[in-house]
């Protein structure tokens, strides 16, 4: 039996993966579920599956948790520090589904333990890429893409040369806006923000994907998971979400990774790798879909994306603060504090300013340094953020 663990299990990408470890019970052996204050969904998952331990991420949820739990084995916990320990269990698969840079540690002691981390929370490798290659090289863990993007790309290279790898597209939706006129954006809600036209996903990467602040963080992702120069990754636009990344190769071809938009794929790929099982998807129907087309994302519509090559270029702890900032300025837009298009400037802000900061972004690559420079970008965001308001 493998062990299992799901960090982030009451979230889409949590529940994605607990419905195909729950398709073969006899299969896996799960070892800690966590969640934050849907305490309901967790303990009962925990109890279905006979988790080992079960971790709300709220340390005020800790009573509600052990009350859901009663009498049924499963031990209860609350808080970062437990997280982190639920992390240092053993475990042969470890899917990373929490959403944010609350996700980076307990990924981080997964790879630590050697596991196989399945990896759907990209802020690990924009905050914390070389340090999470490096953690699964030191100490024997692997990590696999869950993105659809990366899967698709990771599952393109499979058996190839990657000295021979030319270029990686990543495709977009577009989100919720791609048709809306510019002057409108301005005045975009959250409400409508967080309906996607393709994906179900949860509402803050569904809010990333309409300012393609979500796309910005995949070319941070693939540069860290594939080596490539920011020349080498390119986004385009496809409205139809069913090609979800090419890889062009120096002899002209192009591999293409087409699909229905269900996360199952990329979760149960990652589940099975390196072999590939059959999976409860929907299989994709090309002629009733006609066609697939593709575009340009263009610039000014989406300014986030540019800020992805600027994180690149500026190189060392950029990718850390990009990712706070981004974190703060959605918190403000979810609460209504600033416009839709108010983000991107507000990071870029904040990149500008921490590049005079007494934290450097050029300390070397350690959670110390990393967690100090999100601490400060986060800090420096509502700055600009309380100066914006003045
Ligand atoms: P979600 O909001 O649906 O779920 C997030 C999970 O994280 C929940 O279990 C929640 O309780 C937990 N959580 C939230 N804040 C936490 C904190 N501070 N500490 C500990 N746990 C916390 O999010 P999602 O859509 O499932 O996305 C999860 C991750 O996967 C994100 O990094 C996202 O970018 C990535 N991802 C998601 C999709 C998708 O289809 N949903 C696709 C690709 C990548
Ligand atoms: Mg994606």
């Not at 948790?65 to 031990?75: C, F, K, P, Q, T």
């Not at 929370?121 to 340090?131: D, R, W, Y």
């Not at 290659?133 to 990590?143: H, K």
């Not at 809306?180 to 994907?209: C, F, N, V, Y």
Request: glycine share 8%.
């Amino acid at each position: 039996m493998r062990r299992v663990s799901v960090f982030g299990a009451t979230g889409s990408i949590g529940q994605n993966t607990i419905d195909l470890i729950a398709r073969a019970p006899d299969a896996y052996r799960v070892v800690a579920l966590t969640g934050g204050q849907n305490i309901a969904q967790l303990a009962s998952d925990a109890r279905r599956l006979n988790a080992e331990i079960a971790v709300t991420a709220d340390v005020d949820r800790l009573d509600d948790l052990r009350d859901a739990l009663a009498g049924s084995g499963v031990e209860a916990a609350a808080g970062a520090a437990a997280l982190a320990e639920a992390a240092c269990r053993p475990a042969d698969w470890v899917m990373s589904a929490i959403v944010g840079a609350a996700g980076l540690v307990p990924g981080l002691k997964a790879l630590e333990q050697g596991a196989t981390l399945a990896l759907a929370n990209k802020e690990t490798l924009v905050a914390a890429g070389p340090l999470a290659l490096r953690t699964a090289q030191a100490n024997g863990g692997t990590i696999i893409p869950v993105d659809s993007e990366h899967s698709a790309v990771f599952q393109a290279l499979t058996g190839e040369d990657r000295r021979a790898v030319e270029r990686v597209t990543l495709t977009a939706s577009g989100g919720a806006f791609r048709d809306w006129p510019m002057q409108k954006l301005r005045s975009a809600t959250p409400e409508e923000a967080a309906t996607h036209p393709t994906w179900d996903m949860g509402q803050r990467i569904t809010i990333d994907s309409a300012s393609m602040f979500n796309k910005a963080l995949e070319v941070i992702e693939a540069k860290e998971l594939f080596h490539l120069a920011a020349d080498q990754i390119e986004v385009l636009i496809h409205p139809e979400s069913c090609v979800h990344a090419l890889v062009g190769f120096t002899d002209g071809a192009i591999m293409a990774h087409l699909g229905v938009h269900d996360m199952r794929h990329a979760i149960g790929y990652a589940l099975h790798w390196p072999e590939r099982r059959d999976l409860p998807v929907d299989r994709l129907d090309l002629a009733a879909l006609g066609r697939l087309t593709f575009r340009a994302p263009e610039a000014d519509r989406y300014p986030a994306l540019g800020l992805a090559y600027r994180v690149i270029a500026r190189g060392g702890l950029a990718g850390a603060a990009f990712n706070a900032a981004k974190e703060r300025a959605l918190d403000a837009f979810i609460a209504r504090r600033i416009g839709f298009m108010d983000m991107a400037e507000v990071v870029a802000r904040v990149l500008d300013r921490l590049d005079a900061a007494p934290v450097p972004i050029d300390a070397p690559f350690e959670l110390d340094n990393i967690v100090a420079i999100d601490h400060l970008a986060r800090c420096e965001a509502d700055r600009v953020m309380a100066q914006r308001q003045q």
